[in-house]
């Protein structure tokens, strides 16, 4: 491998003398496992891979990366669908082995380092009865989650994961370790609500913290797919009169073997309409009653459960290394053409490929569009074509069918796009996703705090001067 060449044993070894965690060179035995991200999409050989301990192996493996003239990748919990967080002939930045997680439950704080999942804080701070939202996908790391913006259960009540943030630790291109909060640098902390991983890597993160639970009522209900027209139409309207505390989504999907669904609908499609209720259980319970009163549901989940059950419900059905490709966008409006569309594709989707209409609003559209970098905040809807693909060589007919998805369905969309959700698609829709105002001022945290554009593996800003 060409960097390794130039990098040489010498370097690396003077290199690997000032980290307290563990370098993992190619030739090293832990090497495959420690190149592995989630989508097995990506299959980057970086020249090496420092796994740091904390935030000073972190300025560490940014000022090696720096001299050595390498391409970075950070990082956290290794979820990035368009596989930003490995890399080919670069430096792996990864936090993974940063795990302290701090919870101060009579101030309703929280203290995460950088490499921790949503699983192992879910599970600190319901101890407490507390939460922020998380992701849908238990295993899916904090860090990028949370500086892309943060959409999750516990969303319409609490806001995005990105709106609970309270302060961050960064180290930054040039090698500072500086704290970002609305007291200081304030102008990075916008930034990093919803800008991603453009301005630093951030080894820290404080969060707001709500009551929630422990046990909620939540679930999914089923309903045969041949309905999917019938029971979006009602949705629209079942989801215009939701209250804040309940967060939903509409699921179209082809039925995997679960234990949990009548094996004879197995590789049917299905439609599901799941969500969970971050208040009383009572009162949850009859908020989601419509949701199930629809007639012969194929399978009926909806009830009380601890709220990290919720959050672990589909973890299975999203393995690591499976191959996956998103397009997503937010919906102006769930119209009648737009329903029709996503019946018909629903009815085509190849390999496990499935879309999620989730319903947005609530607290996420109380917060000012000027207040966080997060792009967009008006939509009712969230749209997700997931493609999805078991076998290896099978996504490319899943990708051609999520693009189809997406372009037949741009009437009804508003044009931005939440940058987690996006797959590589180049400038113009990164611009898109934030909007010129936004990109403008991200743009001039980028020449601020990352000129020379070290940290691009992203959905990236570029700085003012580059093309
Ligand atoms: C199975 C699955 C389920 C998902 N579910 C949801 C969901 O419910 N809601 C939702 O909003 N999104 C969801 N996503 C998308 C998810 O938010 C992004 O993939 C996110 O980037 C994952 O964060 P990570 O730390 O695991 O990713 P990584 O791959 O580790 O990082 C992704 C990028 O984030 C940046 N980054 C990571 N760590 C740091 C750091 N410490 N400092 C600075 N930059 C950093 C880097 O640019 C990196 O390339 C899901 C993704 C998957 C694969």
Known sequence: MATQGVLGAATLKEFEEGLSGELVRPADAGYDEARQVWNGAHDGRPAVIARCADAADVRHAIGFARSEGLEVAVRGGGHSIPGFSTVDGGIVIDLSPMK?????????????????????????????????????????????????????????????????????????????????????????????????????????FEFDLHPVGPTVTAGPVFYDGARAEEVLRFYRGFAAEAPDELTSLAN???????????????????????????????????????????????????????????????????????????????????????????????????????????????AIARVPEGDTAYGERGAPFVLNGCAISHEPGGLAPCVEWARSLYAELEPSLTGGGYVNFLAAEGQDRVRASYGEEKYARLQALKDRYDPTNLFHRNQNVLPSGAR
């Open 252 to 362: 179209l999907l082809t039925a995997p073997p679960a234990p949990f669904l009548p094996e004879e609908w197995h590789g049917k499609k299905l439609i599901g309409l799941i969500g969970c209720y971050a208040g009383d259980v009572e009162q949850g319970a009859e908020a989601m009653r419509p949701l199930r009163e629809l007639g012969e549901p194929v399978a009926d989940l909806i009830g009380p459960m601890p709220y990290v059950q919720m959050q672990q419900l589909i973890d299975a059905l999203w393995p690591r290394g499976i191959q996956t490709y998103m397009k997503a966008g937010y919906l102006r409006e769930l119209d009648d053409p737009a329903i029709a569309t996503l019946a018909r594709f629903h009815q085509e989707a190849p390999g496990a490929s499935e879309i999620h209409v989730q319903h947005f609003g609530g």
């Open 100 to 204: 302290a997680i701090e919870v101060d439950a009579g101030g309703r704080r929280a203290t995460a380092e950088g490499g921790v999942l949503w699983s192992e804080l879910d599970a600190a701070t319901q101890e407490h009865g507390l939460a922020v939202t998380g992701g849908l996908v238990s295993t899916t790391g904090i860090a990028g989650f949370t500086l892309g913006g943060g959409i999750g259960w516990l969303m319409r009540k609490h806001g995005l994961t990105c709106d609970n943030l309270r302060s961050a630790q960064v180290v930054t291109a040039d090698g500072r370790v500086i704290t970002a909060s609305a007291a200081q640098n304030s102008d990075l902390f916008w930034g990093l609500r919803g800008g991603g991983g453009n301005f630093g890597v951030v080894t820290s």
